[in-house]
């Protein structure tokens, strides 16, 4: 599919270059030496041998108005492809796949290290809506069915154990024919004089990396990628881009599952997260979020949700760090308070906690159509319709404190579009694909849609769908010499 005429031309890149982007005529600096290298990025003389740990070092200058201006320099392309992901969640994982079974030469970009997003660097434990989905999401389900614990069985994959989830997406991709780079965080993203997306800019232990490609979609779930593109986004509940909170989440062990049947969500029901509250609280805990959720997923391992981070943007790494540090803090106070409870609780213990913590919010990328709290209460369908969700509105409390004026206006909105219900609805092909910027389509939660549409589409049975949707667009639109917002829904499934 990589064929000459759709290869990015030299002459491509010397108009990226033009545009301010990041390829042109440069120097390179190695071990404090001024190096000439050649014009392409190819590993030609000059260049450091990264193979053996050499770098290419910085330079720059520090201003006297408190910015560093850093010298311009070639980067290395470190891949060629027809369809390049950012992002190995749910989304990321629907779309590689797609991509890559309907033949495109397939890059995804994940920044931790292990694909499934929030589904296992998060340590969820949960699929929510995807029992009706056919194709890549009913895959997944079977192989948690297949693999997993009793109680992956008796929930038809719903609950799944995140370490094995781990294992079967990365034999899923590898099988595939996926090129997967894990550890590599998207930092840049390049569009031409025609304002299409034509390369990625990422950083890894290899250093700075520039990546080519014919495709290109954003499933970072913060819209990472559309951002660096360019493309408008929105943010939170209001103006002032107020988010729902993020919880850290982690696993636990030392507890008898036939002591505490009351307490275990998948057993007591929806009253189990009461009771747990409640008797947390009258042993003196007093977690951040009011509704702790208890699963047992197999041998005595439980996964635990019991923390909220209120007003942290998805975008502030410093403010992300300092909630994900004062997260794990608080579930380990919680877990040493049950502890302190005594009985069932005695020997109670954290095993992990998540390495990501899980992020409910982040862009919500401008598309050529916008999901809508109004589609939601209609059951609005589409014929360009990708996924149909049957999920309600789940808004978890935006502030800590519920006398927020700003607050309350907002829990009202979300109080009249619970009362006017949710119909299933079909997230459209065009919401998938970014208004701003050609050759670029998101999948999973930084789609084009409102605040309380988001609160119900974004959970992962969804984001698998939509992802295997944008794979495929992707992947035809690239077969047919066309972009995907050229095509309907109906002529890439019929491709
Ligand atoms: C605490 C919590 C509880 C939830 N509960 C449920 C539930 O029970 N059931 C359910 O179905 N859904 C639940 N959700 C919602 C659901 O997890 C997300 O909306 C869903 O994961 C969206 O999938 P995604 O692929 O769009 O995003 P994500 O799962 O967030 O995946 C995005 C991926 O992109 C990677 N990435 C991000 N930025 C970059 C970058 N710059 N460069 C490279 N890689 C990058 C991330 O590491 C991640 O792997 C919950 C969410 C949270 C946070």
Redesign the pocket.
Known sequence: MNSPNNAPSRRKFLQTAAVGAVLGPYTLVLGGRAVAAGSRGAPAAGWPNFAKGEVVRTGGQLTADGRFVETQRALPIAGRSDVLI?????????AALAAARAGAKTQL????G?????????M???????GNKPGIMKEILAAMVARGSLVAKQTQGAIYDPELMKLVLEEMCVTAGIKIRLH????GAVTDQRNRLVAVV?ESKSGRQAWVADRFID????G??AAQAGCRFDVGATADCEC?P????ALLAGVNTELVPEFIREIGGGEAKTRFYELMKQSGINPSYRQP?LRHLHSGIFSL?TNHEYGVPAYDADQISVATIRARAEIHAIVAGLRRIGGPWKDVAVVATAE?????E?RRVRGRQTVTAADLAQGKKSDDGVCRVT?GI?VHDVWSDSTNPKGADVMENVRRARKQGVKPYDIPLPALIAGDVDGLMM????ISGDFIAHASY???????P??EAAGLASAVSLKKGVLPHELSWREIKAT
Do not use: Y
């Open positions: 950012v992002g190995g969640g749910p989304a990321g994982i629907g970009i994940e920044t931790a292990c694909l499934g997003g929030v589904w296992t660097a998060g969820l434990t949960k699929i929510i809506d995807g590599t965080h998207l930092v990422t499933c970072s779930g913060d990472d990628l729902q993020m919880s850290l989440m959720t949700m990501q913590i899980g992020i409910r982040g999920f789940d999948a999973g939660r930084c974004r959970v992962t049975g969804n984001a698998v939509m992802g």
